[in-house]
């Protein structure tokens, strides 16, 4: 270990066995396919994380070989990708990015973006959206909320139903910005081919603009609108059309 990784071998196999006590000791079963935010109270927590950024994250610092420091990013790239995860789906947890997590992110994309990371699979590396993400989120932590919205938790109506297996009708108006590649539970799929929301926002508001988000994943038959129209009502009943988009 100690010609793989120079002398921070011992701060490795220090990770690596704290990880391994802390998994002997977890009272879940650890599935192969299990998302790394099911382990978040967990071996995966945000204390442990700290723990074990703070036997490593010196010596990268520290390093004066190129070669080395590429090695240890790519092994911390896997705690990266879960400190990641849940700074985006957590609103208390994003908004403590702090230029230290900036730089997780992005050493995570640059590593992703390298192919150095191969333990995340060649679907991430290749994609472009997905870094994208990651440094959209280490740059601009602030564009991934919307805290100012009048329609922040407001209540809904859905003609048509959604998908049963993503965020949650109320995801619609949480505030939380969802993103292109990045796992993360924020998005509300439509499978009947239409979407039609009503929200309440409970008093008469001067609204400026009316922002939406959109994804496309052509893999799984998800595509963009073809059009989305904008209307408003003081009653609920009578509804006079304010915009629309192509």
């Given at each position: 270990?100690?010609?793989?990784?120079g002398?921070?071998?011992?701060?490795?196999?220090?990770?690596?066995?704290?990880?391994?006590?802390?998994?002997?000791?977890?009272?879940?079963?650890?599935?192969?396919?299990?998302?790394?935010?099911?382990?978040?109270?967990?071996?995966?927590?945000?204390?442990?994380?700290?723990?074990?950024?703070?036997?490593?994250?010196?010596?990268?610092?520290?390093?004066?070989?190129?070669?080395?420091?590429?090695?240890?990013?790519?092994?911390?790239?896997?705690?990266?990708?879960?400190?990641?995860?849940?700074?985006?789906?957590?609103?208390?947890?994003?908004?403590?990015?702090?230029?230290?997590?900036?730089?997780?992110?992005?050493r995570?994309?640059?590593?992703?973006?390298?192919?150095?990371?191969?333990?995340?699979?060649?679907?991430?590396?290749?994609?472009?959206?997905?870094?994208?993400?990651?440094?959209?989120?280490?740059?601009?932590?602030?564009?991934?909320?919307?805290?100012?919205?009048?329609?922040?938790?407001?209540?809904?109506?859905?003609?048509?139903?959604?998908?049963?297996?993503?965020a949650?009708?109320?995801?619609?108006?949480?505030?939380?910005?969802?993103?292109?590649?990045?796992?993360?539970?924020?998005?509300?799929?439509?499978?009947?081919?239409?979407?039609?929301?009503?929200?309440?926002?409970?008093?008469?508001?001067?609204?400026?603009?009316?922002?939406?988000?959109?994804?496309?994943?052509?893999?799984?038959?998800i595509?963009?609108?073809?059009?989305?129209?904008?209307?408003?009502?003081?009653d609920?009943?009578?509804?006079?059309?304010?915009?629309?988009?192509?």
């Amino acid at each position: 270990m100690s010609g793989y990784y120079g002398s921070a071998a011992k701060e490795v196999k220090a990770i690596l066995d704290l990880l391994d006590e802390k998994t002997q000791h977890s009272p879940k079963v650890i599935g192969l396919f299990d998302e790394p935010l099911d382990y978040s109270s967990d071996f995966l927590s945000s204390d442990n994380l700290q723990k074990y950024y703070s036997l490593i994250e010196d010596k990268i610092a520290s390093s004066k070989n190129s070669h080395i420091v590429n090695r240890l990013n790519a092994f911390i790239a896997p705690f990266d990708y879960v400190y990641l995860l849940q700074s985006v789906n957590n609103r208390s947890t994003a908004r403590q990015i702090s230029q230290v997590g900036s730089g997780r992110l992005n050493r995570l994309a640059t590593v992703i973006g390298d192919g150095k990371a191969p333990i995340l699979g060649e679907t991430f590396a290749k994609s472009d959206d997905f870094l994208r993400d990651f440094r959209n989120i280490a740059n601009m932590p602030d564009r991934l909320y919307e805290d100012k919205s009048l329609a922040l938790n407001k209540p809904i109506t859905l003609k048509y139903p959604s998908s049963a297996i993503h965020a949650g009708d109320a995801a619609l108006v949480d505030g939380i910005r969802a993103l292109l590649g990045v796992y993360q539970n924020s998005w509300v799929v439509f499978t009947q081919g239409q979407m039609d929301v009503t929200i309440d926002l409970q008093k008469t508001l001067k609204v400026q603009s009316v922002t939406a988000c959109f994804g496309r994943a052509p893999s799984v038959n998800i595509e963009l609108p073809d059009k989305f129209d904008v209307s408003y009502s003081s009653d609920n009943t009578s509804f006079s059309k304010w915009g629309n988009w192509q």
